[in-house]
């Protein structure tokens, strides 16, 4: 089993930068790929970043490409998201997710985690 908690989420003007964070218990955080996911009011939820069990090899939805940056911290069982240059359209309910899968790479479907946090409300006015 493995608990996600995340934070960091909050008002921000566009242009402006948040950190989010999601703290890991349970299960060995190393052992599994880490994503962030996000949904938009009245959206589906969406791929945002995901990154392997070492901290390498990001992946990035193009809308956030260049602007966000996934990280993680295996000793302190987090991971985290850098946004910056936030935009309206980042407004969402962002969730950090876990993936217990081995494979190359980490996934960008929702369907394919299998931990998820309770998420944290993220808001940009223009």
């Known amino acids: 089993q493995v608990h996600l908690v995340e934070s960091g989420g909050g008002l921000v003007q566009t242009g402006g930068s948040l950190r989010l964070s999601c703290a890991a218990s349970?299960?060995?955080?190393?052992?599994?790929?880490m994503a962030w996911f996000r949904q938009p009011p009245g959206k589906e939820r969406e791929f945002v970043a995901c990154?392997?069990?070492?901290?390498?090899?990001?992946r990035y939805a193009d809308s956030v490409e260049a602007r966000f940056a996934i990280s993680r911290d295996n000793v302190q069982n987090t991971v985290y998201l850098q946004m910056n240059s936030l935009k309206p359209e980042d407004t969402a309910v962002y969730y950090c997710?876990?993936?217990?899968?081995?494979?190359?790479?980490?996934?960008?479907?929702?369907?394919?985690?299998?931990?998820w946090g309770q998420g944290t409300q993220v808001a940009v006015s223009s």
């Open positions: 997710a876990a993936d217990l899968e081995l494979l190359a790479s980490c996934r960008t479907r929702p369907s394919e985690y299998d931990y």
């Open positions: 990154i392997n069990r070492s901290g390498g090899e990001p």
């Open positions: 349970g299960r060995a955080f190393s052992a599994y790929y």
